[in-house]
């Protein structure tokens, strides 16, 4: 606030007062004392008046200043809180997650574009991850967040055939077959009166599609295969075990384990390259039964694969009747 000097007033005020004397003297003759009287009065006034003045001015001044500043920062906090919120709210619609009625968890994985497989200059990449291909997913779909557990199985199932135990540790040692069993029951088990469901496996395309998350590199961090340790239990930290779901880094769509603990049936048969594939994320899958069982593909690796098994691109295969303590599945909801 600008400071006040109430001598600059009076000395103003008494040259007034000065003239003001002989012109009153002049005009009516009364006595100096009436005029001091009357000047005091009238200086008492004007000294209000204008200190009154100055000092709303100041005021005025300050005030505007400091609310402006509090107003700003409070517009900043707004702006921030809000930014904040709109980024929540879009991480929200972006990672719809749901749950169903035995606890299993969904993210919704939305329609898009990708490239499927492994350019030639990708390290560990096999030959049948070619060619690199153009796929269209043309509608939405809920996938699970974490591979189906041993307490899930064991909720439909009725039975526990993992060889490495834990309610929270993936179901694996269960067949192509097994795996579709499971989603049958779980359909009727879903589909009441209040609620109609369709449970699947992914095919092999939503399956990459929604471990890419939009990303191009050999995994969903990058090419560096020394990070894959914070994201996956693979054969160089997994002690050569399943590990409970969910201990590691997700993907950017918040998925668990989509690389190592186990690896995961896909709805698809085995081709040695991708030619001749589906563009719109189909399962690939022959139109007639053959005499010899079926191989199908499995994804991501699992605890006793190297870095390259758990590429974003990696394709193995097995006869779908087979049964390995390192594969299971995870499951689509349609949306």
Not at 27 to 47: C, I, P, R, V, W
Request: overall charge negative.
């Amino acid at each position: 606030m600008r400071p006040l000097d109430p001598n600059i007033y009076f000395c103003r005020k008494c040259t007034c007062a000065k003239e003001s004397v002989s012109a009153f003297e002049k005009l009516t003759g009364d006595s100096t004392e009436d005029l001091a009287e009357d000047l005091t009065e009238d200086l008492t006034e004007d000294l209000t008046e204008d200190l009154t003045e100055d000092l709303t001015e100041d005021l005025t001044e300050d005030l505007t200043e400091n609310l402006t500043e509090n107003s700003s920062s409070t517009i900043n906090n707004i702006s921030v809180e809000d930014s904040i919120a709109d980024f929540s709210s879009n991480q929200i619609e972006i990672n719809t997650l749901i749950r169903n009625s035995i606890g299993m968890e969904f993210i919704l994985i939305p329609a898009g574009e990708f490239d499927m497989g492994s350019p030639s200059r990708e390290k560990r990449r096999k030959l049948w991850e070619s060619p690199v291909h153009r796929v269209s997913i043309k509608k939405p779909f809920y996938l699970g967040r974490y591979p189906v557990t041993q307490e899930q199985w064991s909720k439909v199932m009725g039975n526990s055939p993992s060889y490495f135990k834990g309610e929270r540790h993936p179901v694996e040692t269960v067949t192509w077959e097994e795996a579709q069993a499971f989603i049958r029951k779980l359909n009727t088990l879903e589909n009441t009166a209040e609620r109609s469901s369709v449970y699947r496996l992914p095919t092999e395309a939503e399956w990459e599609y929604a471990a890419r998350a939009g990303t191009t590199g050999s995994y969903f961090f990058g090419d560096d295969e020394k990070k894959l340790k914070e994201y996956a239990w693979f054969l160089e930290n997994s002690g050569l075990e399943t590990h409970p779901v969910g201990l590691k880094k997700p993907n950017p769509r918040g998925l668990y384990d989509i690389y190592g603990n186990v690896g995961e049936w896909v709805q698809d048969e085995y081709h040695i390259s991708y030619k001749g594939a589906p563009s719109d994320g189909r399962a690939w899958e022959s139109p007639f039964q053959g005499l010899s069982t079926p191989v199908r593909i499995r994804r991501g690796g699992g605890w006793n694969g190297n870095a390259g098994c758990c590429r974003s691109a990696e394709r193995l295969f097995a006869a779908q009747d087979k049964r390995l303590n390192s594969l299971g599945f995870r499951v689509v909801k349609e949306v």
